[in-house]
């Protein structure tokens, strides 16, 4: 099934009354849960997240004091932390520090704990200005019962309200099975956050998977992209991994296997984390500067002129159909700081890779794209110069971001 959802512009930060106490991003969000032990290699350990392109901690202290030193290595390596928060009597004991970007509150509430986490912002914004009070939410998988509402949309809705939070942030696992399939659903999850960020003015960021536990399989490469792309498709300004640090075992943790082990040994998921962060890197500065305007699924059996109508991409093809997949993507368009549009391109396949001809709304010459591998705008590389039309080559899972020019350019007849 096909889907388009249009919406307003986004604002990072608010314009009324009080607004020097709100918290502001300034940068693209690559976080993670669980973070390395505050031990007696803690420095090198943090030195090693930093390595990998991570630049926000969440927890990993619970005192004042291993929170003051947690600071202070963080700070040595540009890393930001959302501090355990200690509670409202505890505040004072927390040293400032150009390392603390706020304190991590809660984590899954239900809708019935969100008048007295109302209660923490306004305490946080007051006693602490400037710094973040975050939480993260279920996952629209969540039932009932847990989300203290009939439905996941009534969640999130009231949540935005009643919270006035300054950052939407959830966390959803897709399984990846032969014979399950949850990249829809955690598509439809990232629709809900796009929304409500979008009414609300604020950013919205999201946790995804990259080890074994319960249920879920261990991610390839390609599946753990394809969760990151997907995100910055629907305008994410925060991706975030589950898990850097093995957590203990037991429950739902028998295999370990996250980015780190327990022993402190890089597992395959460190050198594939660095390799994506390299490029959330780059891409950072320009994707903090856009604000979502639509999002475009074009299945197998659709029409993708039809489906993409008001988008900076007009027309997508695929050259050969008796040699080539059929086409699945996913299209982000976006809005521009300056006045141009952007638009995401996404290969929604994760197992093998697609070269879909593209035809965007104004002049080749007018395009540009962003580097992944240095940040820079550069013309657009036609990837089957031989063949009549623009080819773009997409890897599994893997999305591509262009600029253009704003719609009052038209296209050469």
């Known amino acids: 099934m096909s889907f388009l959802i249009l919406a307003g512009s986004i604002l990072l930060s608010g314009g009324g009354e009080g607004d020097m106490a709100r918290f502001e991003q300034d940068r693209f969000v690559i976080g993670s849960w669980v973070a390395p032990p505050l031990d007696e290699r803690a420095e090198e350990r943090y030195r090693e997240m930093a390595d990998a392109h991570f630049n926000l901690v969440i927890h990993g202290a619970h005192t004042p004091e291993d929170i003051a030193r947690q600071l202070a290595i963080s700070a040595q390596f540009d890393l930001q932390v959302l501090v355990t928060y200690p509670g409202e009597e505890q505040l004072d004991q927390i040293p ?15 809708a019935r704990d969100f008048p007295a986490l109302a209660d923490t912002v306004r ?28 439905t996941y949309d009534e969640h999130v809705s009231r949540f935005v309200k009643e919270t006035d939070i300054d950052v939407l942030s959830m966390d959803y696992y897709p399984i990846f099975k032969p014979d399950a399939d949850g990249r ?18 604020i950013p919205f960021w999201n946790f995804f ?45 028998p295999k370990g296997g996250a980015i780190i082990t327990r022993d402190n040994r890089r597992t395959r998921h460190y050198y594939e984390a660095r390799r994506l962060n390299a490029q959330l890197r780059n891409l950072g500065p320009t994707l903090m500067q856009l604000t979502s305007t639509g999002v475009y699924r074009i299945a197998p059996t659709d029409d993708p002129a039809k489906v ?14 008796g040699w080539d997949p059929p086409l699945d993507l996913l299209v982000g368009a976006f809005e521009h700081a300056d006045g141009r549009r952007a638009v995401m391109l996404m290969n929604y ?39 009549d039309e623009l080819q773009i080559s997409l890897a599994d899972g893997e999305g591509r971001l262009f600029l253009l020019p704003p719609r009052t350019t038209t296209a050469s007849p």
Request: with cysteine; charged share 20%; net charge negative.
């Open 184 to 201: 829809d659903g955690y598509c439809q999850n990232l629709e809900v956050m796009r929304k409500y960020s979008l009414e609300a003015g």
């Open 96 to 110: 400032d520090s150009p390392a603390l970007w706020g304190f991590a509150v809660r984590d899954e509430p239900s």
């Open 308 to 321: 993409l109508q008001g988008a900076p991409i007009v027309n997508l093809k695929r050259e050969n159909p």
């Open 349 to 387: 396949h994760f197992a093998y890779s697609a070269w879909p001809s593209v035809e965007f709304d104004a002049p080749l010459d007018q395009v540009r794209e962003i580097n992944k591998w240095t940040g820079e705008e550069t013309p657009v590389y036609d990837d089957s110069p031989d063949l």
């Open 209 to 253: 998977n990259i080890m074994p536990y319960g249920p879920h399989t261990d991610p390839t490469e390609s599946q753990v992209r394809w969760q990151v792309f997907a995100s910055l498709t629907h305008g994410a300004k925060g991706v975030m991994y589950f898990c850097y640090y093995t957590p203990g075992p037991g429950g739902e943790f």
């Open 123 to 150: 305490t946080l914004r007051a006693r602490w200005p400037g710094k973040l009070a975050y939480i993260n939410l279920f996952p629209s998988y969540a039932s009932p019962a847990m989300l203290g509402t009939d």
